[in-house]
């Protein structure tokens, strides 16, 4: 195939399979959330936002999720990191990457007892998010420490007079927070919206994001469907302007 | 700084391959000891030996009468500058020369008032708030050395350290390094492939080979020797 | 030590799950419970042949997607719209995408199908790709087609003696984590597939909600094991 034939096909398919499915659920989530396409309003109406935005849920949804995700990604980091220092064989680490979030969730649902499952503190929710999270951050880290070659950078530290705990507060951590950022920020927005594990170990209140979402959309009630929209776009709209302010922020380190 | 009988050899798929035999020098506190090698012949791991970024399998090191064979890098006050200039990423050009400052526990406001006229002495003023990867290779060597000097080492080794320089570089890069060791009072270790170079820096001179050193007592020793090479360059030059 | 820490945390999740399974008899440990899944009736088989069918196809396609999609986007004036958006999916939750896609799949009656649950996986999976492709690209593969160019291969003779050889490796780790990604997804699955779609990680959440724990921990042993030993047979690309 030409050149230059690839070279618009491939972009024209992933813009197909990628960005108009999102795109398209978009409108339709606007056309619900503003009333067009509702079986119980009668065109544009601000109702639907006004009943979602005035009640306290969604609002304790999002700072719980946030919570929920600056925990497990606080969490997971220190772990990877001191992963990374012990010199931990990675090979190993690695394979608990094949733990997804349902077997996690199913885990700690079983072995949790009244202290992980539904407590009111999350603690189970942050285990189950630990036990994926931590080995994925462990493996990111060994990778980007061989990037940017640590070990000699560390040895310059060394030079200096740096002992060891010096290098790791000097150097280590900076080094790889300088370089990752940008992942661990995506990783939290991708928490934030984690469903399979606050669905199974969280109470009924509040509701991570998503599973309050989800519960509006799948209740068979059209006055909770077009609620959920609503909660859709507001959580989209959050997650865009996060990440259009670290894709500016950190350009040069994805460069 | 006292090397005696350092000895190093590595596992490789067909044995051990011996990198250093029974390395052995003396260097005083003013001395620049400039010392030839072609790629392989060990320099730089005689270099991390001194530096204590390696382990010999056999010898004994001093400075100063200390037995600092096993001493941690961090402890020895040797500094080893690679030819890659290796700057901290995350930080700017000031900040990577005043850091062996921050880890002595100076304050900011201090370390930044002790980096300035270095960083003006080796022209990099207009760049300290630069980060690495927006300096050239020339700048980036110049923190590097300015780093180095400001972590008040005892003996200063330089592996190549101008090596990916451009003549003009590296020719200015030579000037300023040896005004600045002069001033410092540094005992320098260096090594380079180039024996311009090593005539250009060096007080005293060796030839590292198979990983024996052999040291030579005076300038004319080393630029008349036919291992260091220096007899056939002059030859071809002046066929020109 | 540090070894046997490693392995014992890496084991423990299938220890467990595995000590779920099991079946006391006379005081020893059998695997009897597993006979269901020869049994008829029983979903945990059609569950596993869905997911692998699903993930495979999905693999597939974004792999190439993401090959194409990277080295039409190196020299493309869209390249910095097309790829915030290649990064996008990522930041948003899977099901509330799966919100988003199923009043779309509902409309074009393609709802509770393997279909849409294959198109709602694309969505990341593919964007994903294109991510990771993208890295490999500008990182390795561009300067060797450069290079391959200048020595005049081009067509087919490039594709074959340059670019797959270069690309080889990198297609290998795409296709596996794209595989993941689609083996492991649940909330998308559970919306767009409208409980008709069995994968595994869904029947996971339908045996833990009937109190079924054998074959929650069987389903789930199913889930975890092909990635592990496909993690294990890669593991020298992940690791140093």
Partial sequence: ?255 | MIAEGIRKAFRTASGEEAVLQGVSFALAPTDHVAILGASGSGKTTLLRILAGLERADAGRISLDDDDITDWPPERRRVVYMPQDALLFPHLSALENVLFPLRVQGISDADARERARPLMARLGLDAHAGKRPDALSGGQRQRVAFGRAILASPRVLLLDEPFGALDHAARSEMQSVFLDVVVEQSLATLFVTHDPGEALRIGTRWGHLAAGVLHLFHDREAFVTADRTGIPQERSFWASI | MKRILSVVMALFPVVLLMGLTVSWVDGWPTLARWSVLGQSGIPVQEGLWTSAGVALVVAAISTILGAGTARAMQASRWRSVLMPLAWLPWAVSPVIAGILFMVVYLRAGIDGTVLSVMLAHLVFSGAYAVVLMDGFWRRDVARLEETGRTLGASGSHLFAHVLWPAMRRPLMLVFAQTFLISWFQYGVTLLVGAGRVQTLPVLVFGFVGEANVYLAAMASLLLVIPPMLLLWVTRNEWTT
């Fill in chain 1, 1 to 255: 195939m030409r050149r230059g034939l690839a070279s618009v096909l491939f972009p024209a398919l992933f813009v197909m399979l990628v960005v108009v499915p999102i795109v398209v659920g978009v409108f339709v989530a606007v056309r619900y959330a503003f009333g067009w396409a509702s079986v119980t309003e009668d065109g544009f109406t601000l109702a639907i936002w006004t009943r979602v935005l005035l009640q306290p849920d969604i609002w304790w949804s999002l700072a719980w999720s946030a919570v929920m995700s600056l925990a497990a990604v606080g969490a997971s980091t220190a772990l990877a990191f001191a992963a990374l220092i012990t010199k931990l064989d990675t090979r190993w680490v690695a394979l608990l990457m094949a733990v997804p979030g349902t077997v996690a969730a199913f885990l700690v649902f079983h072995f949790g007892g009244a202290w992980l499952v539904k407590d009111p503190w999350g603690a189970g929710i942050l285990v189950a998010h630990v036990l994926i999270l931590a080995p994925f951050l462990t493996v990111l880290f060994t990778q980007a420490a061989q990037a940017v070659g640590l070990r000699a950078l560390q040895d310059a530290a060394r030079m200096c007079g740096a002992t060891g705990r010096t290098t790791h507060r000097l150097v280590t951590w900076p080094v790889l927070w300088h370089r990752l950022r940008f992942h661990l920020l995506l990783l939290g927005i991708a928490f934030a919206g984690s469903f399979e594990i606050p669905l199974l170990l969280g109470r009924s209140w509040p509701e991570a994001v998503s599973v309050l979402a989800y519960n509006r959309f799948s209740r068979f009630s059209l006055e909770t469907r077009p609620e959920a929209f609503v909660i859709v776009l507001v959580y989209m709209v959050l997650v865009g302007l996060l990440f259009a302010m670290a894709w500016r922020k950190t350009r040069t380190e994805r460069a």
